[in-house]
Protein backbone atom coordinates (compact mmCIF):
# COMPACT_ATOMS: atom_id res chain seq x y z
CA UNK A 1 0.00 0.00 0.00
CA UNK A 2 0.93 3.79 -0.63
CA UNK A 3 2.04 5.58 2.18
CA UNK A 4 -0.63 7.98 3.36
CA UNK A 5 -0.45 11.62 4.12
CA UNK A 6 -2.79 14.66 5.21
CA UNK A 7 -1.50 16.56 3.07
CA UNK A 8 2.16 16.52 0.10
CA UNK A 9 4.06 19.56 -0.88
CA UNK A 10 5.52 19.21 -4.04
CA UNK A 11 8.33 21.64 -4.05
CA UNK A 12 10.24 22.16 -1.14
CA UNK A 13 12.11 26.02 -2.30
CA UNK A 14 11.02 29.12 -0.95
CA UNK A 15 7.18 28.58 -0.64
CA UNK A 16 7.07 25.33 -0.05
CA UNK A 17 9.36 24.70 3.07
CA UNK A 18 6.89 27.34 4.08
CA UNK A 19 3.62 26.13 3.18
CA UNK A 20 5.46 22.67 4.66
CA UNK A 21 6.52 24.39 7.82
CA UNK A 22 3.00 26.04 8.21
CA UNK A 23 0.73 22.62 7.73
CA UNK A 24 2.83 20.39 9.57
CA UNK A 25 2.62 23.84 12.81
CA UNK A 26 -1.11 22.66 12.66
CA UNK A 27 -0.85 19.15 13.52
CA UNK A 28 -1.05 17.55 10.19
CA UNK A 29 0.75 14.85 8.39
CA UNK A 30 3.17 16.41 5.67
CA UNK A 31 5.22 14.64 3.01
CA UNK A 32 7.31 17.83 1.21
CA UNK A 33 8.87 16.22 -2.07
CA UNK A 34 11.89 18.10 -3.39
CA UNK A 35 13.46 16.86 -7.28
CA UNK A 36 17.23 18.77 -6.19
CA UNK A 37 18.68 19.50 -3.18
CA UNK A 38 17.16 21.50 -0.34
CA UNK A 39 18.00 24.24 -0.76
CA UNK A 40 19.09 24.04 -4.69
CA UNK A 41 19.87 26.52 -7.47
CA UNK A 42 17.72 25.63 -10.01
CA UNK A 43 15.09 27.74 -9.53
CA UNK A 44 13.71 30.77 -8.34
CA UNK A 45 15.10 30.70 -4.28
CA UNK A 46 18.71 31.28 -4.39
CA UNK A 47 21.29 33.40 -4.76
CA UNK A 48 22.43 34.44 -1.37
CA UNK A 49 19.85 37.90 -1.04
CA UNK A 50 16.49 38.42 -2.11
CA UNK A 51 14.86 42.07 -1.75
CA UNK A 52 12.05 42.64 1.05
CA UNK A 53 10.30 46.41 1.28
CA UNK A 54 7.38 47.48 2.63
CA UNK A 55 5.64 50.22 -0.39
CA UNK A 56 4.83 47.57 -3.23
CA UNK A 57 4.49 49.84 -6.94
CA UNK A 58 2.58 46.48 -8.09
CA UNK A 59 -0.42 47.36 -6.26
CA UNK A 60 -1.25 48.40 -2.98
CA UNK A 61 -2.98 45.70 -2.55
CA UNK A 62 0.80 43.56 -1.62
CA UNK A 63 1.25 45.98 1.05
CA UNK A 64 -0.78 43.85 4.11
CA UNK A 65 0.35 40.58 2.95
CA UNK A 66 4.40 42.23 3.29
CA UNK A 67 3.64 43.71 6.49
CA UNK A 68 2.66 40.22 7.36
CA UNK A 69 5.73 38.64 5.70
CA UNK A 70 8.12 41.03 7.84
CA UNK A 71 6.19 39.54 11.02
CA UNK A 72 6.71 36.14 10.28
CA UNK A 73 9.88 35.84 9.05
CA UNK A 74 11.07 38.01 12.75
CA UNK A 75 9.32 34.33 14.34
CA UNK A 76 11.11 32.03 12.16
CA UNK A 77 14.38 33.49 13.59
CA UNK A 78 13.24 33.45 17.02
CA UNK A 79 12.17 30.11 16.11
CA UNK A 80 15.72 28.66 14.39
CA UNK A 81 17.73 31.39 15.86
CA UNK A 82 19.23 31.99 12.09
CA UNK A 83 18.95 35.43 11.12
CA UNK A 84 17.41 35.95 7.85
CA UNK A 85 15.96 39.18 7.63
CA UNK A 86 18.94 42.76 7.96
CA UNK A 87 16.93 46.13 7.45
CA UNK A 88 19.16 48.94 5.21
CA UNK A 89 16.32 50.67 4.00
CA UNK A 90 15.44 50.70 0.37
CA UNK A 91 15.24 52.90 -2.61
CA UNK A 92 12.18 52.76 -5.66
CA UNK A 93 13.36 55.13 -8.01
CA UNK A 94 12.39 56.20 -11.77
CA UNK A 95 11.45 59.10 -13.69
CA UNK A 96 8.94 60.98 -11.69
CA UNK A 97 5.96 59.65 -13.78
CA UNK A 98 7.68 55.91 -13.95
CA UNK A 99 5.57 53.12 -12.52
CA UNK A 100 7.78 52.14 -10.17
CA UNK A 101 7.98 56.02 -8.16
CA UNK A 102 4.49 56.55 -8.60
CA UNK A 103 3.03 53.74 -7.51
CA UNK A 104 5.38 53.23 -4.74
CA UNK A 105 4.20 56.58 -3.20
CA UNK A 106 0.50 55.67 -3.92
CA UNK A 107 1.22 52.58 -1.62
CA UNK A 108 2.78 54.67 0.95
CA UNK A 109 -0.28 57.36 1.47
CA UNK A 110 -2.80 54.60 1.31
CA UNK A 111 -1.05 52.44 3.99
CA UNK A 112 0.52 54.90 5.79
CA UNK A 113 3.93 53.46 5.51
CA UNK A 114 7.17 56.16 6.74
CA UNK A 115 8.63 57.25 3.58
CA UNK A 116 10.88 60.11 2.19
CA UNK A 117 10.31 61.23 -1.46
CA UNK A 118 13.93 62.82 -2.60
CA UNK A 119 15.50 64.29 -5.65
CA UNK A 120 18.39 62.66 -7.20
CA UNK A 121 21.17 64.99 -5.94
CA UNK A 122 19.80 64.25 -2.22
CA UNK A 123 20.22 60.17 -2.88
CA UNK A 124 23.25 60.68 -4.36
CA UNK A 125 24.58 62.84 -1.31
CA UNK A 126 22.99 60.34 1.29
CA UNK A 127 24.29 56.97 -0.06
CA UNK A 128 27.39 57.66 -2.61
CA UNK A 129 27.52 53.83 -3.61
CA UNK A 130 24.24 55.83 -6.31
CA UNK A 131 24.94 57.98 -9.39
CA UNK A 132 20.85 58.78 -10.48
CA UNK A 133 20.56 61.01 -13.14
CA UNK A 134 19.54 64.52 -11.99
CA UNK A 135 15.67 63.84 -13.47
CA UNK A 136 15.13 60.78 -11.21
CA UNK A 137 13.20 60.49 -7.96
CA UNK A 138 13.30 58.20 -5.51
CA UNK A 139 10.97 57.18 -2.45
CA UNK A 140 12.93 55.99 0.52
CA UNK A 141 11.90 53.58 3.24
CA UNK A 142 14.16 52.91 6.28
CA UNK A 143 12.28 49.70 6.75
CA UNK A 144 13.51 47.82 3.48
CA UNK A 145 16.46 45.30 2.95
CA UNK A 146 16.98 41.87 2.28
CA UNK A 147 16.14 38.05 3.25
CA UNK A 148 19.02 35.37 2.75
CA UNK A 149 17.04 32.89 0.88
CA UNK A 150 19.07 29.72 1.49
CA UNK A 151 19.18 30.07 4.58
CA UNK A 152 15.10 30.97 5.02
CA UNK A 153 14.60 27.62 3.72
CA UNK A 154 16.71 25.61 5.56
CA UNK A 155 14.73 27.81 8.68
CA UNK A 156 11.21 26.66 7.23
CA UNK A 157 12.34 23.03 6.51
CA UNK A 158 14.10 22.87 10.16
CA UNK A 159 11.13 24.35 11.69
CA UNK A 160 8.78 21.81 9.41
CA UNK A 161 10.73 18.66 10.53
CA UNK A 162 10.42 20.36 14.26
CA UNK A 163 6.51 20.10 13.53
CA UNK A 164 6.77 16.31 12.47
CA UNK A 165 6.74 16.90 8.62
CA UNK A 166 8.73 14.51 6.71
CA UNK A 167 11.01 16.10 4.01
CA UNK A 168 12.33 14.33 0.64
CA UNK A 169 14.90 15.86 -1.75
CA UNK A 170 16.19 14.06 -4.99
CA UNK A 171 12.86 12.48 -5.32
CA UNK A 172 10.93 14.30 -8.06
CA UNK A 173 7.29 14.26 -9.16
CA UNK A 174 6.04 12.24 -12.38
CA UNK A 175 2.34 12.54 -11.70
CA UNK A 176 -0.83 13.87 -10.05
CA UNK A 177 -3.78 11.81 -10.31
CA UNK A 178 -7.20 12.57 -8.35
CA UNK A 179 -9.00 9.66 -7.56
CA UNK A 180 -12.38 9.37 -6.18
CA UNK A 181 -14.66 12.11 -4.90
CA UNK A 182 -13.33 15.33 -5.11
CA UNK A 183 -15.21 16.91 -2.20
CA UNK A 184 -12.77 16.88 0.88
CA UNK A 185 -14.32 14.74 3.33
CA UNK A 186 -11.97 14.21 6.63
CA UNK A 187 -14.35 11.04 7.93
CA UNK A 188 -13.20 7.74 8.34
CA UNK A 189 -13.20 5.79 5.21
CA UNK A 190 -13.51 9.04 2.58
CA UNK A 191 -12.39 7.86 -0.77
CA UNK A 192 -11.25 10.85 -2.02
CA UNK A 193 -7.30 11.60 -2.38
CA UNK A 194 -4.60 12.35 -4.66
CA UNK A 195 -1.97 9.98 -5.71
CA UNK A 196 1.68 11.67 -6.32
CA UNK A 197 3.99 9.76 -8.27
CA UNK A 198 7.93 10.46 -7.95
CA UNK A 199 10.92 8.43 -9.60
CA UNK A 200 11.09 6.23 -5.96
CA UNK A 201 7.74 5.83 -4.77
CA UNK A 202 3.89 6.63 -5.05
CA UNK A 203 2.53 8.45 -2.21
CA UNK A 204 -1.92 9.41 -1.46
CA UNK A 205 -2.63 12.57 0.34
CA UNK A 206 -6.27 13.97 1.07
CA UNK A 207 -4.72 17.04 -0.11
CA UNK A 208 -1.71 18.35 -2.47
CA UNK A 209 -0.05 21.70 -2.56
CA UNK A 210 1.87 22.50 -5.64
CA UNK A 211 5.05 25.25 -5.15
CA UNK A 212 6.83 23.51 -7.88
CA UNK A 213 8.30 26.98 -9.65
CA UNK A 214 8.62 26.95 -13.55
CA UNK A 215 8.25 22.82 -13.01
CA UNK A 216 4.40 23.94 -12.36
CA UNK A 217 2.83 23.70 -15.31
CA UNK A 218 4.42 20.41 -16.33
CA UNK A 219 2.99 19.30 -13.43
CA UNK A 220 -0.78 21.08 -13.75
CA UNK A 221 -1.93 21.68 -17.89
CA UNK A 222 -4.33 24.30 -15.90
CA UNK A 223 -1.36 26.39 -15.71
CA UNK A 224 0.60 26.32 -19.47
CA UNK A 225 0.47 29.45 -20.62
CA UNK A 226 -0.31 31.07 -17.22
CA UNK A 227 3.02 30.36 -15.47
CA UNK A 228 5.68 31.13 -17.96
CA UNK A 229 9.40 30.49 -17.17
CA UNK A 230 12.06 32.67 -18.04
CA UNK A 231 15.71 32.96 -17.83
CA UNK A 232 17.13 35.28 -15.42
CA UNK A 233 20.94 36.49 -14.91
CA UNK A 234 22.70 38.53 -11.74
CA UNK A 235 25.79 40.25 -11.49
CA UNK A 236 27.88 40.73 -8.77
CA UNK A 237 30.30 43.26 -9.46
CA UNK A 238 33.83 44.37 -6.79
CA UNK A 239 32.96 48.22 -6.05
CA UNK A 240 35.96 50.59 -6.27
CA UNK A 241 35.28 52.08 -3.11
CA UNK A 242 33.69 48.62 -1.56
CA UNK A 243 33.01 50.96 1.90
CA UNK A 244 30.03 52.67 0.34
CA UNK A 245 28.34 49.61 -0.69
CA UNK A 246 27.83 48.00 2.79
CA UNK A 247 24.58 47.35 4.17
CA UNK A 248 25.12 50.60 6.66
CA UNK A 249 25.56 52.94 3.55
CA UNK A 250 23.82 51.36 0.95
CA UNK A 251 19.89 50.50 0.42
CA UNK A 252 18.39 47.98 -1.67
CA UNK A 253 16.81 49.42 -4.52
CA UNK A 254 14.05 48.83 -7.75
CA UNK A 255 15.22 51.04 -10.03
CA UNK A 256 13.07 52.39 -13.67
CA UNK A 257 15.14 53.58 -16.80
CA UNK A 258 15.08 54.10 -20.25
CA UNK A 259 16.80 50.55 -20.51
CA UNK A 260 14.11 48.57 -18.31
CA UNK A 261 13.85 47.99 -14.57
CA UNK A 262 16.42 46.65 -12.52
CA UNK A 263 17.12 45.89 -8.71
CA UNK A 264 20.20 45.66 -6.46
CA UNK A 265 21.76 45.08 -2.98
CA UNK A 266 24.66 46.14 -0.82
CA UNK A 267 27.63 43.90 -0.52
CA UNK A 268 26.72 40.13 1.49
CA UNK A 269 28.87 37.35 1.38
CA UNK A 270 29.79 37.61 -1.95
CA UNK A 271 32.34 40.00 -2.07
CA UNK A 272 30.48 41.94 -4.79
CA UNK A 273 27.71 44.61 -5.47
CA UNK A 274 24.85 42.37 -6.54
CA UNK A 275 22.35 43.74 -9.19
CA UNK A 276 19.70 42.09 -12.00
CA UNK A 277 17.71 43.65 -15.03
CA UNK A 278 13.96 42.03 -14.83
CA UNK A 279 13.24 39.72 -17.36
CA UNK A 280 16.77 40.31 -18.19
CA UNK A 281 16.62 39.35 -21.81
CA UNK A 282 13.09 37.95 -22.26
CA UNK A 283 13.72 34.40 -22.76
CA UNK A 284 10.65 31.90 -22.10
CA UNK A 285 12.51 28.66 -21.30
CA UNK A 286 11.73 25.29 -20.71
CA UNK A 287 13.02 24.96 -17.08
CA UNK A 288 14.78 21.27 -17.85
CA UNK A 289 16.84 22.30 -21.17
CA UNK A 290 17.71 26.01 -20.10
CA UNK A 291 21.00 27.51 -20.66
CA UNK A 292 22.65 27.90 -16.40
CA UNK A 293 25.95 29.13 -17.61
CA UNK A 294 25.97 33.09 -17.91
CA UNK A 295 27.02 34.14 -21.27
CA UNK A 296 29.12 37.13 -22.39
CA UNK A 297 25.91 39.26 -22.85
CA UNK A 298 24.39 38.73 -20.30
CA UNK A 299 27.61 39.95 -18.42
CA UNK A 300 27.20 42.76 -21.12
CA UNK A 301 23.82 44.07 -20.32
CA UNK A 302 24.01 43.89 -16.81
CA UNK A 303 27.94 46.04 -17.07
CA UNK A 304 26.32 48.53 -19.28
CA UNK A 305 23.71 49.56 -16.56
CA UNK A 306 26.01 49.27 -13.38
CA UNK A 307 28.22 51.35 -15.26
CA UNK A 308 25.73 54.15 -15.87
CA UNK A 309 23.85 54.40 -12.76
CA UNK A 310 26.33 52.63 -10.37
CA UNK A 311 30.07 53.91 -11.30
CA UNK A 312 31.68 53.81 -8.38
CA UNK A 313 30.07 49.80 -7.85
CA UNK A 314 31.18 48.75 -11.85
CA UNK A 315 34.80 47.24 -11.16
CA UNK A 316 35.86 43.38 -12.00
CA UNK A 317 33.19 40.69 -12.28
CA UNK A 318 33.10 38.36 -9.29
CA UNK A 319 30.28 36.31 -9.89
CA UNK A 320 27.11 35.82 -12.37
CA UNK A 321 24.44 33.40 -11.85
CA UNK A 322 21.26 32.35 -13.49
CA UNK A 323 17.78 31.56 -11.85
CA UNK A 324 14.12 31.33 -13.08
CA UNK A 325 11.55 33.72 -13.02
CA UNK A 326 7.55 32.01 -13.61
CA UNK A 327 5.76 34.78 -15.07
CA UNK A 328 2.11 35.52 -15.43
CA UNK A 329 0.26 37.35 -18.34
CA UNK A 330 -0.98 40.28 -15.31
CA UNK A 331 2.37 40.27 -13.42
CA UNK A 332 0.84 39.15 -9.77
CA UNK A 333 0.60 35.89 -8.06
CA UNK A 334 -1.51 32.46 -8.42
CA UNK A 335 -2.65 31.15 -5.25
CA UNK A 336 -5.64 29.39 -4.91
CA UNK A 337 -7.21 25.75 -5.31
CA UNK A 338 -7.49 24.82 -8.70
CA UNK A 339 -11.26 25.40 -9.57
CA UNK A 340 -12.19 21.92 -10.58
CA UNK A 341 -9.99 19.79 -8.63
CA UNK A 342 -10.24 21.68 -4.86
CA UNK A 343 -7.77 19.26 -3.35
CA UNK A 344 -4.72 20.40 -5.33
CA UNK A 345 -3.71 24.22 -3.94
CA UNK A 346 -1.10 26.18 -5.90
CA UNK A 347 0.91 28.96 -5.17
CA UNK A 348 2.74 29.90 -8.54
CA UNK A 349 3.73 32.68 -11.01
CA UNK A 350 5.34 34.92 -8.88
CA UNK A 351 6.80 37.08 -11.19
CA UNK A 352 9.77 38.27 -9.90
CA UNK A 353 8.89 39.47 -7.02
CA UNK A 354 7.58 36.86 -4.48
CA UNK A 355 10.35 35.41 -2.34
CA UNK A 356 9.47 38.10 -0.16
CA UNK A 357 6.47 37.18 0.67
CA UNK A 358 7.40 33.30 1.24
CA UNK A 359 6.59 32.91 4.73
CA UNK A 360 2.68 34.67 4.34
CA UNK A 361 2.46 32.67 1.16
CA UNK A 362 3.12 29.47 3.40
CA UNK A 363 0.37 30.52 5.87
CA UNK A 364 -2.07 31.43 3.02
CA UNK A 365 -1.20 27.96 1.24
CA UNK A 366 -2.29 26.14 4.41
CA UNK A 367 -5.46 28.07 4.64
CA UNK A 368 -6.12 27.37 1.70
CA UNK A 369 -5.36 23.42 1.07
CA UNK A 370 -7.37 22.90 5.09
CA UNK A 371 -9.97 25.39 5.43
CA UNK A 372 -10.60 26.38 1.17
CA UNK A 373 -10.66 29.94 2.41
CA UNK A 374 -7.77 32.46 4.60
CA UNK A 375 -8.25 35.76 6.36
CA UNK A 376 -5.45 37.30 3.87
CA UNK A 377 -6.78 39.44 1.35
CA UNK A 378 -6.17 37.45 -1.90
CA UNK A 379 -8.88 37.89 -4.17
CA UNK A 380 -5.89 39.33 -6.81
CA UNK A 381 -4.39 36.30 -6.78
CA UNK A 382 -7.25 34.25 -7.89
CA UNK A 383 -6.66 31.26 -10.28
CA UNK A 384 -10.17 32.04 -12.33
CA UNK A 385 -9.05 35.40 -13.10
CA UNK A 386 -7.00 34.04 -16.93
CA UNK A 387 -10.42 31.87 -17.82
Given at each position: ??E?Y???VVGV????SA?A?????????VL??E????????G???G?T???R???YE??AYV?L?E??Y???R??????????????????A??P?SD????S?????E???D????D??AV????P??D?P??????????G??L??E??I??H?EA?R????T????E??????P?????L???E??????R?????DTY?????V??A???????L?EL????????????W???R???R?ER?R?P?F?H???????????????????????????E???PD?????????D??V??????R????????????????????P??HF?L??????????????????G??F????G??L???AV????????DLF??????
Open positions: MSRDVIGGMGAYHLADRGLDGLQYDVPHDKSSHVRIIKPQDPPVRAERWDLEAFTGRDLLYTTGGIDGPDVVRGIASCRHDLHEVLAANERFGYLADHRAVYQPDGFVPQCIAVAAAGAIRARAVRDLTRGSSADDSGADGSVVTTTKEADRVVTGAWAPKLPEGIAVPERQVLALQPTPAFDFVVETDEGHYYGFPRHDVPGFKFGKFNHLGTVDAMGREPRPRERLREYAEYFPDGAGPTTKLATCTFTNTDGVDRLPDEPRITVGAGFSGHFKASVVEVADLDGDTDHDVRADRFA
